[in-house]
Structures are given as C-alpha cells and as structure tokens.
C-alpha cells in the first residue's frame, strides 16, 4: 500500500475539522456513530457501492460482500484494523474535492457523520459479521466528475 505522510495527516487534519462542523442538533458526530458493522454498511451502500461493486474497473477495492472486503482488512492493507489514518480507504474519503482520488468522486458528497462512522468501525478493529451479507447500492450514485 503506498504510504502517503501528507496526505495522512491533512486527512486527519481534514477529519477532526469536518466533525467539528458536524454538531447541529447532535453534540458532535462521533457520539452517534457506534461503529457497528450495520452502520458502516448503510454508508458504504449509500455513498461506494454503486462504483465498488461487481462491475468495478481494476484497482478498485471490492465492496459488495462481506467476503471481498474480508480481503481488504489487515496491516498493510485498504482497512488497517484499528489505524483509520493508515487505512487508504478512509483516506480517500476524507480528501477534498481538489484531490483527484477523492471518494466518492466528488469529495463532498460523504458527510461528517458517514465519515465518523467508518472510522469508529476501524478503529475498533473493523468487525464483520459471521454469516456472509451482500452490499446493495441505496439511492442513486454519489455524482461523478
Ligand atoms: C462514482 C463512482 C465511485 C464512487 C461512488 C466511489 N468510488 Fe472509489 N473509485 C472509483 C474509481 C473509478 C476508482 C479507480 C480510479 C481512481 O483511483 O480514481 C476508485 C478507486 C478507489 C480506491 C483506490 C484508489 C486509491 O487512490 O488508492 C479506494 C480505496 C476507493 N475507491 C474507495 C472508495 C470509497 C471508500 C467510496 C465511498 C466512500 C468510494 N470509493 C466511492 C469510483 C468510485
């Protein structure tokens, strides 16, 4: 996995920022996010499946079964149980919309809250469920360029 420092940090710079502005009528995002895997799937159904799913160009990480993104979670890999800053799949969904790797495409269209939720689940060492579960896109897919 390419190691970014820089892009690290502003992720995290950019992440800390972005909860900040999250509390309108909650107290802050992260106190809504349990990190469950169900939560974390309503985001990744709503705002990545639609591109990371069965018919995906290469290099794109597999999103839409539990089996395939058991594949992506280890040291090393695209989810780094319990380092969301090193997990290249939180990275690029806490980049702007300035950086051509942003995801999804826009950069914007992923909320502070959907953000908190992915990174609660990794920093609790990314749990999956025991019995295999599909990922379905929900609405219709965040704007591409
Ligand atoms: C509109 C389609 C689309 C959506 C929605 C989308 N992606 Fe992607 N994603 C792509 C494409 C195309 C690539 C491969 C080209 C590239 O790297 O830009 C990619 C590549 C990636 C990569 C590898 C690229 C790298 O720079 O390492 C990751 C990780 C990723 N996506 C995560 C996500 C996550 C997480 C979400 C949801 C928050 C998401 N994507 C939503 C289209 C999408």
């Keep these: 996995m390419r190691d970014l420092p820089v892009i690290t940090f502003c992720s995290t710079a950019c992440a800390l920022l972005f909860a900040g502005c999250a509390g309108n009528s909650t107290p802050g995002a992260e106190a809504v996010s349990d990190g469950s ?79 908190a939720t992915l990174r609660v689940w990794i920093e609790k060492g990314a749990p999956l469920p025991a019995q295999e579960t599909t990922l379905t896109p929900r609405g219709t897919a965040p704007r591409s360029r």
Excluded at 51 to 70: D, F, I, Q, V, Y
Excluded at 85 to 93: F, I
Aim: hydrophobic share 35%.
């Design 37 to 115: 895997f169900d939560s974390v799937k309503t985001v990744l159904e709503r705002q990545c499946v639609h591109c990371h799913g069965s018919a995906r160009l290469a290099g794109m990480p597999a999103l839409s079964n539990t089996r395939e993104l058991a594949t992506l979670i280890g040291t090393d890999r695209w989810i780094v149980p319990g380092s969301p800053e090193h997990s290249r799949l939180y990275q690029v969904a806490t980049l702007s919309d300035y950086n051509p790797g942003a995801m999804p495409p826009t950069g914007h269209a992923i909320s502070p809250k959907d953000l």
